[in-house]
Protein backbone atom coordinates (compact mmCIF):
# COMPACT_ATOMS: atom_id res chain seq x y z
CA UNK A 1 0.00 0.00 0.00
CA UNK A 2 1.13 3.19 -0.72
CA UNK A 3 1.69 6.27 2.07
CA UNK A 4 -0.32 8.61 0.26
CA UNK A 5 -3.39 9.63 2.57
CA UNK A 6 -6.90 7.82 1.69
CA UNK A 7 -8.69 11.02 1.04
CA UNK A 8 -11.72 10.23 -1.39
CA UNK A 9 -14.49 7.46 -1.51
CA UNK A 10 -16.70 6.80 -4.03
CA UNK A 11 -19.96 4.83 -3.27
CA UNK A 12 -21.77 3.08 -5.60
CA UNK A 13 -25.09 2.14 -3.22
CA UNK A 14 -27.57 3.49 -1.57
CA UNK A 15 -27.20 4.74 1.95
CA UNK A 16 -29.38 6.17 4.58
CA UNK A 17 -28.71 10.29 4.99
CA UNK A 18 -27.47 9.11 8.64
CA UNK A 19 -24.74 6.82 7.45
CA UNK A 20 -23.50 9.06 4.46
CA UNK A 21 -22.92 11.81 6.97
CA UNK A 22 -21.30 8.90 9.58
CA UNK A 23 -18.86 8.22 6.15
CA UNK A 24 -18.26 12.34 5.24
CA UNK A 25 -16.94 12.09 9.10
CA UNK A 26 -14.24 10.06 8.25
CA UNK A 27 -13.63 10.73 5.01
CA UNK A 28 -12.30 14.12 2.98
CA UNK A 29 -13.94 14.02 -0.37
CA UNK A 30 -17.04 11.57 -0.08
CA UNK A 31 -18.44 11.47 -3.95
CA UNK A 32 -22.14 9.68 -4.13
CA UNK A 33 -23.28 7.90 -7.12
CA UNK A 34 -25.85 5.21 -6.01
CA UNK A 35 -26.74 5.04 -9.63
CA UNK A 36 -23.25 3.60 -10.31
CA UNK A 37 -22.56 6.56 -12.98
CA UNK A 38 -19.45 8.15 -11.65
CA UNK A 39 -17.83 11.23 -13.76
CA UNK A 40 -14.15 11.19 -14.66
CA UNK A 41 -13.08 14.00 -12.72
CA UNK A 42 -14.20 11.79 -9.93
CA UNK A 43 -12.74 8.70 -11.08
CA UNK A 44 -9.25 10.45 -11.09
CA UNK A 45 -9.50 11.13 -7.39
CA UNK A 46 -11.11 8.20 -5.92
CA UNK A 47 -8.70 5.79 -3.84
CA UNK A 48 -11.62 4.09 -2.16
CA UNK A 49 -14.61 2.42 -3.74
CA UNK A 50 -18.05 1.00 -1.86
CA UNK A 51 -19.74 -0.81 -3.95
CA UNK A 52 -22.25 -3.69 -4.74
CA UNK A 53 -20.85 -7.38 -5.08
CA UNK A 54 -20.52 -6.44 -8.75
CA UNK A 55 -17.97 -4.29 -7.96
CA UNK A 56 -16.53 -1.09 -10.37
CA UNK A 57 -18.92 -0.27 -13.01
CA UNK A 58 -18.47 -1.82 -16.37
CA UNK A 59 -17.16 0.85 -18.15
CA UNK A 60 -14.20 1.16 -16.29
CA UNK A 61 -12.05 -0.69 -18.04
CA UNK A 62 -7.73 -0.35 -17.28
CA UNK A 63 -6.32 0.49 -14.05
CA UNK A 64 -5.59 3.72 -15.81
CA UNK A 65 -9.06 5.53 -15.80
CA UNK A 66 -8.41 4.87 -11.89
CA UNK A 67 -5.18 6.10 -11.32
CA UNK A 68 -5.53 6.44 -7.52
CA UNK A 69 -7.94 3.49 -6.55
CA UNK A 70 -6.23 1.63 -4.24
CA UNK A 71 -9.16 -0.18 -2.29
CA UNK A 72 -12.76 -2.02 -3.93
CA UNK A 73 -14.97 -2.34 -0.74
CA UNK A 74 -17.51 -4.62 -1.90
CA UNK A 75 -20.73 -4.86 -0.12
CA UNK A 76 -20.86 -8.27 -0.33
CA UNK A 77 -19.50 -11.54 1.34
CA UNK A 78 -18.24 -13.13 -2.13
CA UNK A 79 -15.81 -11.81 -4.17
CA UNK A 80 -15.58 -14.14 -7.41
CA UNK A 81 -17.54 -12.05 -9.67
CA UNK A 82 -15.48 -8.43 -9.38
CA UNK A 83 -11.98 -10.99 -9.17
CA UNK A 84 -13.39 -12.92 -12.36
CA UNK A 85 -13.50 -9.29 -14.87
CA UNK A 86 -10.67 -8.36 -17.42
CA UNK A 87 -9.42 -5.21 -15.17
CA UNK A 88 -8.82 -7.40 -11.80
CA UNK A 89 -7.48 -10.38 -14.24
CA UNK A 90 -4.48 -8.06 -15.27
CA UNK A 91 -1.46 -8.25 -13.40
CA UNK A 92 -1.27 -4.51 -12.23
CA UNK A 93 -4.70 -4.35 -11.14
CA UNK A 94 -3.83 -7.35 -8.45
CA UNK A 95 -0.87 -5.93 -7.44
CA UNK A 96 -2.04 -2.08 -7.13
CA UNK A 97 -6.12 -3.12 -5.58
CA UNK A 98 -6.71 -4.32 -2.76
CA UNK A 99 -9.82 -5.92 -2.80
CA UNK A 100 -12.09 -6.43 0.54
CA UNK A 101 -15.48 -7.64 1.28
CA UNK A 102 -18.22 -7.03 4.01
CA UNK A 103 -17.59 -10.32 5.44
CA UNK A 104 -18.76 -10.05 9.24
CA UNK A 105 -22.09 -8.40 8.23
CA UNK A 106 -24.49 -11.20 7.32
CA UNK A 107 -24.07 -12.34 10.98
CA UNK A 108 -27.40 -10.25 10.92
CA UNK A 109 -28.85 -12.51 8.73
CA UNK A 110 -27.47 -15.55 7.57
CA UNK A 111 -27.03 -17.28 11.17
CA UNK A 112 -30.96 -16.57 12.11
CA UNK A 113 -32.32 -18.03 8.74
CA UNK A 114 -29.89 -21.29 9.17
CA UNK A 115 -31.77 -21.81 12.59
CA UNK A 116 -35.53 -20.92 11.72
CA UNK A 117 -36.08 -22.84 8.67
CA UNK A 118 -33.47 -26.41 10.88
CA UNK A 119 -36.30 -25.67 13.07
CA UNK A 120 -39.20 -25.40 10.19
CA UNK A 121 -38.05 -28.74 8.71
CA UNK A 122 -37.61 -30.34 12.42
CA UNK A 123 -41.69 -28.96 13.32
CA UNK A 124 -42.53 -30.02 9.82
CA UNK A 125 -43.92 -26.10 9.37
CA UNK A 126 -43.44 -25.68 5.93
CA UNK A 127 -46.06 -28.40 4.93
CA UNK A 128 -48.57 -27.03 7.99
CA UNK A 129 -48.03 -23.25 6.58
CA UNK A 130 -48.89 -25.04 2.75
CA UNK A 131 -51.86 -26.36 3.88
CA UNK A 132 -53.36 -24.12 5.67
CA UNK A 133 -52.75 -21.42 3.22
CA UNK A 134 -53.96 -23.58 0.02
CA UNK A 135 -56.75 -25.54 1.60
CA UNK A 136 -58.04 -22.14 3.95
CA UNK A 137 -58.47 -24.71 6.71
CA UNK A 138 -57.13 -26.17 9.76
CA UNK A 139 -55.12 -29.01 8.56
CA UNK A 140 -56.12 -31.94 10.13
CA UNK A 141 -53.29 -34.28 11.72
CA UNK A 142 -53.57 -36.70 9.50
CA UNK A 143 -53.22 -34.61 6.40
CA UNK A 144 -49.61 -33.29 7.90
CA UNK A 145 -48.36 -36.47 8.57
CA UNK A 146 -49.47 -37.81 4.81
CA UNK A 147 -47.41 -34.55 3.31
CA UNK A 148 -44.27 -35.53 5.59
CA UNK A 149 -44.13 -38.58 4.77
CA UNK A 150 -44.81 -39.52 8.38
CA UNK A 151 -47.90 -41.45 8.11
CA UNK A 152 -48.61 -43.85 10.68
CA UNK A 153 -46.68 -41.78 13.47
CA UNK A 154 -48.42 -40.30 16.65
CA UNK A 155 -46.90 -36.85 15.98
CA UNK A 156 -46.12 -34.69 12.55
CA UNK A 157 -42.64 -35.74 12.42
CA UNK A 158 -41.19 -33.36 15.14
CA UNK A 159 -38.03 -33.13 15.99
CA UNK A 160 -36.23 -31.28 18.86
CA UNK A 161 -32.80 -29.59 18.09
CA UNK A 162 -31.73 -30.42 22.25
CA UNK A 163 -28.51 -31.96 21.87
CA UNK A 164 -28.42 -32.93 18.02
CA UNK A 165 -24.56 -32.33 16.90
CA UNK A 166 -23.92 -29.37 14.55
CA UNK A 167 -21.40 -29.62 12.00
CA UNK A 168 -19.94 -26.42 10.39
CA UNK A 169 -18.23 -27.13 7.35
CA UNK A 170 -16.24 -23.63 7.01
CA UNK A 171 -15.95 -21.72 10.10
CA UNK A 172 -15.72 -18.03 9.46
CA UNK A 173 -18.27 -15.24 10.72
CA UNK A 174 -21.68 -16.72 9.64
CA UNK A 175 -20.37 -20.12 10.81
CA UNK A 176 -19.46 -18.93 14.13
CA UNK A 177 -22.70 -16.52 14.90
CA UNK A 178 -24.88 -19.50 13.80
CA UNK A 179 -22.56 -21.87 15.93
CA UNK A 180 -22.94 -19.19 18.98
CA UNK A 181 -26.68 -19.06 18.71
CA UNK A 182 -27.23 -22.80 18.12
CA UNK A 183 -25.38 -23.75 21.72
CA UNK A 184 -28.66 -21.86 23.31
CA UNK A 185 -30.55 -24.50 22.08
CA UNK A 186 -27.63 -27.26 23.81
CA UNK A 187 -26.37 -28.61 20.89
CA UNK A 188 -23.25 -29.57 20.19
CA UNK A 189 -21.10 -28.36 17.37
CA UNK A 190 -18.27 -29.27 15.82
CA UNK A 191 -16.36 -27.43 12.98
CA UNK A 192 -14.28 -28.61 9.75
CA UNK A 193 -11.65 -26.13 7.98
CA UNK A 194 -8.84 -26.87 5.44
CA UNK A 195 -6.36 -28.03 7.66
CA UNK A 196 -8.61 -28.92 11.32
CA UNK A 197 -6.75 -26.49 13.25
CA UNK A 198 -8.81 -23.99 15.79
CA UNK A 199 -8.25 -20.14 14.67
CA UNK A 200 -9.25 -16.96 15.85
CA UNK A 201 -11.76 -14.87 14.21
CA UNK A 202 -10.25 -12.23 12.20
CA UNK A 203 -11.15 -9.14 9.95
CA UNK A 204 -14.62 -7.55 10.81
CA UNK A 205 -17.03 -8.20 13.70
CA UNK A 206 -20.08 -7.28 15.03
CA UNK A 207 -19.71 -6.90 18.82
CA UNK A 208 -21.25 -9.75 20.72
CA UNK A 209 -21.53 -12.05 17.81
CA UNK A 210 -19.43 -14.81 16.78
CA UNK A 211 -16.57 -16.88 18.08
CA UNK A 212 -13.74 -14.86 18.78
CA UNK A 213 -11.04 -17.60 20.17
CA UNK A 214 -12.64 -20.44 17.98
CA UNK A 215 -13.90 -22.11 21.56
CA UNK A 216 -17.34 -23.14 20.54
CA UNK A 217 -16.48 -25.96 18.91
CA UNK A 218 -15.77 -29.04 20.62
CA UNK A 219 -13.65 -31.08 17.67
CA UNK A 220 -12.15 -29.60 14.13
CA UNK A 221 -12.06 -31.81 11.43
CA UNK A 222 -9.53 -31.45 8.14
CA UNK A 223 -11.56 -31.53 5.12
CA UNK A 224 -8.57 -32.27 3.37
CA UNK A 225 -7.87 -35.48 5.18
CA UNK A 226 -10.15 -38.03 4.25
CA UNK A 227 -10.64 -40.08 7.06
CA UNK A 228 -11.29 -36.76 9.29
CA UNK A 229 -13.67 -34.96 6.94
CA UNK A 230 -15.38 -38.66 6.50
CA UNK A 231 -15.38 -38.80 10.59
CA UNK A 232 -16.91 -35.04 10.67
CA UNK A 233 -19.44 -36.24 8.85
CA UNK A 234 -20.86 -39.47 10.10
CA UNK A 235 -21.28 -36.92 13.59
CA UNK A 236 -23.19 -34.42 12.30
CA UNK A 237 -27.05 -34.35 12.91
CA UNK A 238 -27.32 -31.02 10.97
CA UNK A 239 -24.64 -30.22 8.25
CA UNK A 240 -24.15 -26.52 7.71
CA UNK A 241 -22.45 -25.69 4.50
CA UNK A 242 -21.27 -21.76 4.48
CA UNK A 243 -18.11 -22.06 1.57
CA UNK A 244 -17.34 -20.00 -1.03
CA UNK A 245 -17.27 -21.19 -4.36
CA UNK A 246 -14.02 -21.94 -5.02
CA UNK A 247 -11.92 -24.38 -7.44
CA UNK A 248 -11.30 -26.58 -4.33
CA UNK A 249 -15.14 -26.34 -3.15
CA UNK A 250 -16.89 -26.83 -6.55
CA UNK A 251 -18.86 -30.21 -5.64
CA UNK A 252 -16.68 -30.93 -3.12
CA UNK A 253 -19.47 -33.08 -1.62
CA UNK A 254 -21.00 -35.80 -3.44
CA UNK A 255 -24.35 -38.08 -2.47
CA UNK A 256 -21.28 -40.40 -0.73
CA UNK A 257 -20.83 -37.32 2.20
CA UNK A 258 -24.60 -36.80 2.53
CA UNK A 259 -24.53 -40.66 3.12
CA UNK A 260 -21.89 -40.45 5.47
CA UNK A 261 -24.43 -38.13 7.47
CA UNK A 262 -26.10 -40.19 10.15
CA UNK A 263 -29.44 -41.35 9.65
CA UNK A 264 -31.66 -38.36 9.18
CA UNK A 265 -29.41 -35.66 9.36
CA UNK A 266 -30.61 -32.33 7.81
CA UNK A 267 -28.13 -30.32 5.23
CA UNK A 268 -28.28 -26.58 5.01
CA UNK A 269 -26.42 -24.79 2.31
CA UNK A 270 -26.35 -20.82 2.63
CA UNK A 271 -22.60 -20.91 0.79
CA UNK A 272 -22.36 -21.44 -2.79
CA UNK A 273 -24.59 -23.76 -5.14
CA UNK A 274 -21.88 -25.44 -6.69
CA UNK A 275 -20.58 -27.16 -3.60
CA UNK A 276 -22.74 -30.01 -4.74
CA UNK A 277 -24.75 -31.24 -6.98
CA UNK A 278 -28.96 -30.80 -6.91
CA UNK A 279 -28.91 -34.38 -8.53
CA UNK A 280 -26.81 -36.22 -5.11
CA UNK A 281 -28.86 -33.93 -2.97
CA UNK A 282 -31.98 -35.53 -4.26
CA UNK A 283 -31.02 -39.16 -4.68
CA UNK A 284 -29.54 -38.68 -0.59
CA UNK A 285 -33.26 -37.59 0.11
CA UNK A 286 -34.56 -40.27 -1.23
CA UNK A 287 -32.23 -43.06 -0.17
CA UNK A 288 -34.01 -45.32 2.74
CA UNK A 289 -32.57 -44.07 5.54
CA UNK A 290 -30.81 -41.02 4.36
CA UNK A 291 -31.34 -37.22 4.83
CA UNK A 292 -34.77 -35.98 6.73
CA UNK A 293 -34.34 -33.03 4.90
CA UNK A 294 -32.35 -30.14 3.34
CA UNK A 295 -32.34 -25.73 3.42
CA UNK A 296 -30.79 -24.47 0.28
CA UNK A 297 -30.57 -21.27 -0.51
CA UNK A 298 -27.81 -21.70 -3.00
CA UNK A 299 -28.43 -24.35 -5.67
CA UNK A 300 -26.49 -25.96 -8.51
CA UNK A 301 -27.74 -24.76 -11.18
CA UNK A 302 -29.12 -21.20 -9.63
CA UNK A 303 -31.35 -20.14 -10.11
CA UNK A 304 -32.94 -23.90 -10.49
CA UNK A 305 -34.82 -23.87 -14.01
CA UNK A 306 -38.58 -24.38 -13.71
CA UNK A 307 -40.30 -27.32 -12.80
CA UNK A 308 -37.07 -28.89 -10.65
CA UNK A 309 -38.07 -31.62 -8.16
CA UNK A 310 -36.43 -29.58 -5.37
CA UNK A 311 -38.71 -27.21 -5.71
CA UNK A 312 -42.05 -29.65 -4.81
CA UNK A 313 -39.88 -32.54 -2.56
CA UNK A 314 -41.89 -32.34 0.72
CA UNK A 315 -38.44 -31.92 2.73
CA UNK A 316 -36.90 -29.46 1.01
CA UNK A 317 -36.48 -25.82 1.81
CA UNK A 318 -35.61 -23.77 -1.29
CA UNK A 319 -35.03 -19.74 -1.07
CA UNK A 320 -33.95 -17.34 -4.24
CA UNK A 321 -30.50 -17.07 -2.62
CA UNK A 322 -32.17 -14.15 0.05
CA UNK A 323 -30.77 -15.31 3.48
CA UNK A 324 -28.08 -13.15 3.47
CA UNK A 325 -30.49 -9.75 2.52
CA UNK A 326 -31.63 -7.77 5.30
CA UNK A 327 -33.22 -4.08 6.44
CA UNK A 328 -30.37 -1.45 6.24
CA UNK A 329 -27.59 -4.03 4.26
CA UNK A 330 -26.25 -1.37 2.40
CA UNK A 331 -25.25 0.45 5.62
CA UNK A 332 -24.24 -2.30 7.33
CA UNK A 333 -21.11 -3.03 4.91
CA UNK A 334 -20.70 1.14 5.18
CA UNK A 335 -19.49 0.12 8.31
CA UNK A 336 -16.66 -2.14 7.41
CA UNK A 337 -15.55 0.93 5.34
CA UNK A 338 -15.70 3.24 8.29
CA UNK A 339 -13.41 0.59 9.75
CA UNK A 340 -11.20 0.79 7.04
CA UNK A 341 -10.87 4.47 7.47
CA UNK A 342 -10.14 4.09 10.76
CA UNK A 343 -7.18 1.56 10.47
CA UNK A 344 -5.84 3.68 7.56
CA UNK A 345 -5.61 6.64 10.18
CA UNK A 346 -4.03 4.34 11.73
CA UNK A 347 -1.47 3.52 9.38
CA UNK A 348 -3.00 -0.11 9.58
CA UNK A 349 -3.78 -2.55 6.70
CA UNK A 350 -6.82 -2.90 5.53
CA UNK A 351 -9.57 -5.60 6.84
CA UNK A 352 -11.43 -8.21 4.72
CA UNK A 353 -8.58 -8.30 1.92
CA UNK A 354 -9.50 -10.95 -0.05
CA UNK A 355 -7.03 -13.39 -1.50
CA UNK A 356 -7.23 -13.47 -5.32
CA UNK A 357 -5.83 -16.98 -5.51
CA UNK A 358 -8.30 -18.01 -2.96
CA UNK A 359 -11.48 -16.02 -4.27
CA UNK A 360 -12.09 -15.09 -0.13
Not at 79 to 91: C, H
Not at 241 to 258: F, G, I, K, N, R
Amino acid sequence: MSNDPFESVVITVTLSDRKLAEVRRVFKNVFYHPDGKVPEEHLALVDIWYTSWLGLPKDIKTISQIPRTRIVQLSSAGANIFLGTELMKSDQAKKKIAVCSSSGIHTLSIPQYIICNVINLYMKLQIQFHLARTNAEWPSRDQVLQHAGAAGQTHPGNRCLYGKTIGMLGYGHIARETARLFKAFNCNVIAANSNGDKRPEEGFRLPGTGDEDGSIPGQYYSTTDPESFKEFLSHCDVLVASLPSTPQTTYMLTESHLRSLPEGAVFVNIGRGDLIRSEDILAALDAEGGLFGAVLDVTDPEPLPSGHPLFTHPSVIVTPHTSGSFEGYFDSGADVLLAQGDRLKQDLPPINVVDPTKGY
